[in-house]
């Protein structure tokens, strides 16, 4: 079984900061890429930033300059998030591409997600 954890969400006043962590563990071979996407109530799930195996990062245009997405040692993923706005709200999700065997796909996993709130 794989499984993605994720924590640092909270409550922040607008300009704020906030430091996302996800952590992968379970039966895995490799992992492509990680990355992080957010969903507020009524809307869809939204790409927020991704990170490649070799490090190349790809950022949704309305968090660019703002949020940055780093990896170590292959298994975890952090989101680090400056100058927060309320449109920022939203429950995080952590994505990973995952191949569980030399032999198998890559499967698509997903956190349980973290609440992010940011106050004005």
């Known amino acids: 079984q794989v499984q993605l954890v994720e924590s640092g969400g909270g409550l922040v006043q607008a300009g704020g900061s906030l430091r996302l962590s996800c952590v992968a563990s379970?039966?895995?071979?490799?992992?492509?890429?990680m990355g992080w996407y957010r969903q507020s109530p009524g809307k869809q799930r939204e790409l927020v930033a991704t990170?490649?195996?070799?490090?190349?990062t790809n950022y949704a245009d309305s968090v660019k300059g703002r949020f940055a997405i780093s990896r170590d040692n292959g298994m975890s993923v952090y989101l680090q998030m400056n100058s927060l706005k309320p449109e920022d709200t939203a429950d995080y999700y952590c994505?990973?591409?995952?191949?569980?065997?030399?032999?198998?796909?890559?499967?698509?996993?997903w956190g349980q997600g973290t609440q992010v709130t940011v106050s004005s």
């Open positions: 994505n990973a591409n995952i191949r569980t065997a030399s032999y198998t796909n890559t499967k698509n996993y």
């Open positions: 379970g039966r895995i071979f490799s992992i492509n890429v």
């Open positions: 990170i490649t195996s070799g490090g190349v």
